[in-house]
């Protein structure tokens, strides 16, 4: 059920954003008024991640948190579809950030607390595959809501885009009933994440623990290139004169190599560490991004690359989970994740609006060549010394 849960919130959230870019463009709103729209879908989860992982830590039910982002994520499309200015859009951005921030403190930390070790990699990877599941329906459902056509006016984008931003809310409505009965609840008996009289460590004390840093900044990297990507190439597309639909499908083959690359999870482990697979994941999807915006017109050279930036994407993030997971001690399970999301909204948080500011001047692809330079530096900076986990 949570896993139910987790796709059916992540359609209408991943269905959701794109159209962001559509409205703002619609609104008048240039590169740097997406940027800033991006960032506000992570600035007010930021202040509250950690407090919320407290809070996973000292509970032995995730139910609460989890109904709790689902009626948050259901909320936010209706309120963009009927938000008038820039303003309330970037608000509205921000109530689906909440939601998408308490659903995932939520999912990972029932799967810290209840999961043994040696399925904890494959347990990460169905639940962020879930999440990428998400990834490729919405956007697919986005770009055939928004139509086939390059060149449509501003007033009939708007109209479109408010009108699928209601079915957006509407799928996620759908997911509160899964939300109720998902079994993310343990007993005191096989909870293993509370230890009696362990006082919880602070955020300065994580972040002294070497593995917690070098996976932040790597799950950092990993999750503000895709929301530049999923930010910025509608502009591309409009730039190029790619009809939204060409940009739902490219997204959608994105996400595609993300499920794919995550159900591997547990194969490529028994050939390679997982310091060498997020080396990969990093190195590989920053140097392929780096080529996309030359071949963009080519739409089946895009795919191509799409699929080999989403399979590497998707690789790295469900492994720092599981490292950051082991490093720290079992009653701090939960901070420590949401440290990792902190980090994660951190970056949502500058990375877009630095991706915005060059996208005035060099347009969308100068955005992600700033994602291709971040994926790029964070490879470079992490360890290559092999971890000795199996």
Same mark, same amino acid.
């Given at each position: 059920?949570?896993?139910?849960?987790?796709?059916?919130?992540?359609?209408?959230?991943?269905?959701?954003?794109?159209?962001?870019?559509?409205?703002?463009?619609?609104?008048? &709103?240039?590169?740097?008024?997406?940027?800033?729209?991006?960032?506000?879908?992570?600035?007010?989860?930021?202040?509250?991640?950690?407090?919320?992982?407290?809070?996973?830590?000292?509970?032995?039910?995730?139910?609460?948190?989890?109904?709790?982002?689902?009626?948050?994520?259901?909320?936010?499309?209706?309120?963009?579809?009927?938000?008038?200015?820039?303003?309330?859009?970037?608000?509205?951005?921000?109530?689906?950030?909440?939601?998408?921030?308490?659903?995932?403190?939520?999912?990972?930390?029932?799967?810290?607390?209840?999961?043994?070790?040696?399925?904890?990699?494959?347990?990460? &990877?169905?639940?962020?595959?879930?999440?990428?599941?998400?990834?490729?329906?919405?956007?697919?459902?986005?770009?055939?809501?928004?139509?086939?056509?390059?060149?449509?006016?501003?007033?009939?984008?708007?109209?479109?885009?408010?009108?699928?931003?209601? =079915?957006?809310?509407?799928?996620?409505?759908?997911?509160?009933?899964?939300? =109720?009965?998902?079994?993310?609840?343990?007993?005191?008996?096989?909870?293993?994440?509370?230890?009696? &009289?362990?006082?919880?460590?602070?955020?300065?004390?994580?972040?002294?623990?070497?593995?917690?840093?070098?996976?932040?900044?790597?799950?950092?990297?990993?999750?503000?290139?895709?929301?530049?990507?999923?930010?910025? =190439?509608?502009?591309?597309?409009?730039?190029?004169?790619?009809?939204?639909?060409?940009?739902?499908?490219?997204?959608?083959?994105?996400?595609?190599?993300?499920?794919?690359?995550?159900?591997?999870?547990?194969?490529?482990?028994?050939?390679?560490?997982?310091?060498?697979?997020?080396?990969?994941?990093?190195?590989?999807?920053?140097?392929?991004?780096?080529?996309?915006?030359?071949?963009?017109?080519?739409?089946?050279?895009?795919?191509?690359?799409?699929?080999?930036?989403?399979?590497?994407?998707?690789?790295?993030?469900?492994?720092?989970?599981?490292?950051?997971?082991?490093?720290?001690?079992?009653?701090?399970?939960?901070?420590?994740?949401?440290?990792?999301?902190?980090?994660?909204?951190? &970056?949502?948080?500058?990375?877009?609006?630095?991706?915005?500011? =060059?996208?005035?001047?060099?347009?969308?692809?100068?955005?992600?060549?700033?994602?291709?330079?971040?994926?790029?530096?964070?490879?470079?900076?992490?360890?290559?010394?092999?971890?000795?986990?199996?």
């Amino acid at each position: 059920m949570l896993i139910a849960s987790a796709v059916l919130c992540q359609v209408g959230l991943n269905l959701a954003r794109p159209l962001i870019s559509y409205k703002v463009s619609a609104l008048g &709103g240039d590169a740097v008024a997406v940027g800033l729209t991006s960032a506000s879908f992570a600035i007010l989860p930021a202040v509250i991640a950690l407090r919320l992982g407290r809070m996973s830590d000292s509970r032995t039910s995730m139910t609460g948190i989890t109904l709790a982002g689902t009626l948050s994520l259901a909320a936010g499309p209706f309120l963009l579809s009927a938000a008038p200015s820039l303003f309330l859009v970037g608000l509205s951005s921000a109530v689906l950030g909440i939601g998408q921030l308490c659903f995932t403190i939520a999912g990972q930390s029932a799967v810290a607390k209840f999961i043994g070790p040696r399925q904890m990699d494959a347990a990460f &990877g169905w639940l962020t595959a879930a999440f990428s599941l998400g990834q490729l329906v919405g956007p697919l459902v986005a770009g055939l809501a928004m139509g086939t056509s390059s060149s449509v006016v501003p007033a009939v984008r708007l109209m479109d885009a408010n009108a699928a931003l209601m =079915l957006a809310g509407a799928i996620s409505v759908l997911a509160i009933p899964a939300a =109720l009965g998902a079994s993310t609840k343990g007993s005191h008996g096989t909870s293993i994440s509370t230890v009696a &009289g362990s006082p919880p460590n602070g955020a300065i004390n994580l972040l002294g623990i070497p593995t917690v840093k070098t996976n932040m900044l790597a799950s950092l990297a990993l999750l503000a290139t895709t929301d530049i990507i999923v930010a910025f =190439l509608p502009l591309l597309g409009e730039e190029k004169g790619m009809a939204p639909i060409g940009i739902g499908v490219l997204l959608a083959i994105r996400a595609v190599a993300s499920i794919f690359s995550r159900l591997l999870l547990p194969v490529l482990l028994t050939r390679c560490s997982r310091t060498g697979l997020i080396t990969a994941s990093l190195a590989g999807a920053g140097s392929t991004l780096a080529a996309l915006p030359w071949v963009f017109e080519n739409l089946v050279g895009a795919g191509i690359l799409l699929f080999i930036i989403g399979f590497f994407l998707g690789l790295g993030q469900p492994i720092t989970m599981t490292l950051i997971t082991q490093a720290v001690p079992p009653e701090n399970r939960g901070a420590a994740l949401a440290l990792r999301l902190l980090g994660n909204r951190l &970056g949502q948080v500058a990375l877009p609006l630095g991706a915005g500011l =060059l996208a005035a001047p060099a347009g969308p692809g100068g955005a992600l060549w700033m994602a291709s330079a971040v994926l790029c530096a964070a490879s470079i900076r992490w360890p290559k010394k092999p971890d000795s986990s199996p």
